[in-house]
Nanobody, 122 residues
Framework: QVQLVESGGGLVQAGSSLRLSCAFSGRTFNSYAMSWFRQAPGKEREFVAAISFAGGTTYYADSVKGRFTIARDNAKNTVSLQMNSLKPEDTAAYYC???????????????WGQGTQVTVSS
């Protein structure tokens, strides 16, 4: 069984940066595409970024393109989300997700972490 544990959330001011990390265990990490989703109170979970199992292809939501960067370290079984120029509208719980091989921008993922809260004050 895959386990995903996120870390790195917090309270920051607008314009600041945060780096989220997700630790993967239980299966062969480099067989899984990884993604970050987020969910704000009263809103549906939305796609943020995804990376292919080998790390060669990345995908971003338009709202974060140019500000966020997803990366993976297949030697350490981790995926990260570097978030720069944060805005109050980025405030949400951020979730790491995993699915075999092919990433999706919709939430058809097999495994999810518990989430880490990011709050951006204006």
């Amino acid at each position: 069984q895959v386990q995903l544990v996120e870390s790195g959330g917090g309270l920051v001011q607008a314009g600041s940066s945060l780096r989220l990390s997700c630790a993967f265990s239980g299966r062969t990490f480099n067989s899984y595409a990884m993604s970050w989703f987020r969910q704000a109170p009263g809103k549906e979970r939305e796609f943020v970024a995804a990376i292919s199992f080998a790390g060669g292809t990345t995908y971003y939501a338009d709202s974060v393109k140019g500000r966020f960067t997803i990366a993976r370290d297949n030697a350490k079984n981790t995926v990260s989300l570097q978030m720069n120029s944060l805005k109050p509208e980025d405030t949400a719980a951020y979730y790491c997700a995993a699915r075999k091989l092919v990433p999706r921008t919709t939430p058809e993922y097999d495994y999810w972490g518990q989430g880490t809260q990011v709050t951006v004050s204006s």
